[in-house]
């Protein structure tokens, strides 16, 4: 699907040209079909087969060190969508840092048709400093869609926009839970836009869940330029998890073959569709305490049903964390200190335990990760 896009302002956040390094064009047959036009991202110039190494200017430190965010540019010779897939947005967040990485090396995108930006950290600063914040404690995904004279948070959204998202048709934005607690792979995204959905569907993870646009976010930011952005929820702040990014390689391999960026899959699989949801809640703890969790992430829950306990370190006053809701556990803490009120299990909404169970069970990003354009990757030792 082609998207009109709505043209960015002038670009005013890049300090200086970006520095570049040129890979050798892909030898591929010359196509028939239509050749794309260059790109240009800070000042580089990017040609149709080639690949390039863009280091973008974002800011200096204190110390005179020139700060720069690194992007990876792969074009094919012939036309097609252009889909950005971003990580870091929150510096602390590093799974989809090895997505990327991983997508970087599959041999498919020699036969790529369109045009792969990848980002794999946008927050450089903060993912120096192992924190989801930037220096100034904003937070980068509420500060779209910036200024050039703005705050450094804004800066740096402001040269997001203009130097990806407005050469882009679609977007995949990479992230995981906050610090201290971990999320089950899902896709967030409005469902409201049938291009949203149809990436959301595709991206093959067991829930997606319908989330309008926040003020600030990136998403929100893109829409404005017709970009629809799918966001992939997988894992814990400051972790590795190897399940979560198989999953994260696997599900932005098919939406890039539901573009047609890449050539469909040969093996005919018939998968379950992923559980739409609709809505959530988190379970907060009824008064400070040490939590001893019962519930694991992914399980299946009735409204009622005992999630863990509370108790003061002697175990004189314990009080029991039930459910509220029916549905499954999509995200939890993973600290056992808590406070009253703080959020312990979020809930997606759905009744039907079958349903939840025959959703879960389809999903094997591991055994999936074997076959297909990921199974190069497959001799790499896994990240325990």
């Not at 079909?33 to 800070?42: F, H, L, T, Y």
């Not at 972790?239 to 573009?259: H, N, P, Q, T, W």
């Not at 988190?282 to 400070?288: D, G, K, M, N, Y």
Request: proline share 6%; net charge positive.
């Amino acid at each position: 699907m082609t998207h009109s896009k709505k043209k960015a302002g002038p670009k005013g956040g890049t300090k200086a040209k970006a520095q570049a390094r040129t890979e050798a064009p892909s030898q591929e047959a010359p196509a028939r079909k239509a050749r794309q036009k260059p790109m240009v991202i800070g000042g580089v110039e990017i040609l149709p087969g080639q690949r390039r190494t863009i280091d973008l200017p974002v800011t200096d430190l204190s110390t005179h060190t020139p700060i720069t965010m690194p992007i990876h540019v792969v074009r094919g010779r012939r036309a097609g969508p252009c889909l950005f897939v971003c990580a870091a947005l929150h510096g602390d967040e590093i799974n989809g840092v090895e997505v990327i990485r991983r997508l970087l090396r599959l041999t498919a995108l020699k036969r790529l048709q369109g045009t792969l930006i990848a980002v794999p950290i946008v927050n450089v600063l903060g993912f120096l400093s192992q924190s989801r914040y930037l220096p100034d404690r904003r937070d980068l995904n509420r500060s779209f869609p910036g200024s050039a004279q703005g705050s450094l948070a804004g800066r740096l959204a402001r040269i997001f926009l203009d130097e990806i998202v407005a050469n882009a048709t679609h977007g995949i934005d990479l992230h995981t839970a906050a610090i201290h607690r971990d999320n089950f792979p899902q896709i967030r995204a409005n469902l409201d836009d049938t291009e949203s959905e149809r990436l959301a569907q595709a991206f093959g993870v067991p829930f997606v869940i319908n989330t309008g646009f926040r003020e600030g976010s990136l998403r929100e930011a893109a829409s404005g330029f017709s970009v629809p952005v799918i966001v992939y929820e997988a894992g814990e702040a400051l972790r590795f998890d190897e399940s979560c990014i198989r999953a994260g390689v696997k599900g932005v391999v098919r939406v890039m073959r539901a573009l047609e960026m890449l050539a469909p899959s040969r093996r005919r699989t018939q998968r379950t569709s992923p559980l739409v949801i609709r809505s959530s809640k988190w379970v907060r703890a009824p008064h400070s305490g040490l939590l001893r969790s019962a519930a694991a992430l992914g399980s299946a829950v009735k409204e009622g049903q005992i999630l863990g306990v509370v108790s003061d370190p002697f175990g004189e006053n314990e009080v029991e964390v039930r459910a509220s809701v029916g549905g499954v556990i999509i995200g939890r803490s993973n600290i056992p200190l808590v406070h009253e009120g703080d959020a312990l299990f979020h809930i997606a909404r759905h009744e039907g335990t079958q349903v939840i169970a025959r959703s879960l069970d389809d999903f094997e990003p591991e055994a999936a990760y074997e076959s297909g354009l990921t199974s190069e990757l497959a001799g790499e030792a896994p990240i325990v």
